[in-house]
């Protein structure tokens, strides 16, 4: 199993930007989605997270309110919809999954960077 982000680039604060991240390989199942950043001499640090239905998210309150994740399960696809972003946004931004049968893992997407100008 891969997960494959896209999406990221540069982003004056305040504008919007999506991250799309997608599942690929053999037969597998998708449960917990999320997205997780890291900052420059940061520790990596959860977003947003979203149950395999969709039905309950998490937000990690510097972004609540402005970020929203959700997911396309036809797809096996996660977004995050980064509205109103700010500077202290910037960072590589990881796509993470726990899939079922792909063997069961914890798996993570090679990053994007996310650069928020002032």
């Known amino acids: 199993v891969h997960l494959v982000e896209s999406g990221g680039g540069l982003v004056q604060a305040g504008g919007s930007l999506r991250l799309s991240c997608a599942a690929s390989?053999?037969?597998?199942?998708?449960?917990?989605m999320g997205w997780y950043r890291q900052a420059p001499g940061k520790q990596r640090e959860l977003v947003a997270a979203?149950?395999?239905?969709?039905?309950?998210?998490y937000y990690a309150d510097s972004v609540g309110g402005r970020f929203t994740i959700s997911r396309d399960n036809a797809k096996n696809t996660v977004y995050l919809q980064m509205n109103s972003p700010k500077p202290e946004d910037t960072a590589v931004y990881y796509c993470?999954?726990?899939?079922?049968?792909?063997?069961?893992?914890?798996?993570w997407g090679q990053g994007t960077q996310v650069s928020v100008s002032s």
């Open positions: 993470n999954a726990e899939i079922r049968g792909g063997p069961d893992g914890d798996y």
């Open positions: 979203i149950t395999s239905g969709g039905g309950s998210t």
């Open positions: 390989g053999s037969t597998f199942s998708v449960d917990a």
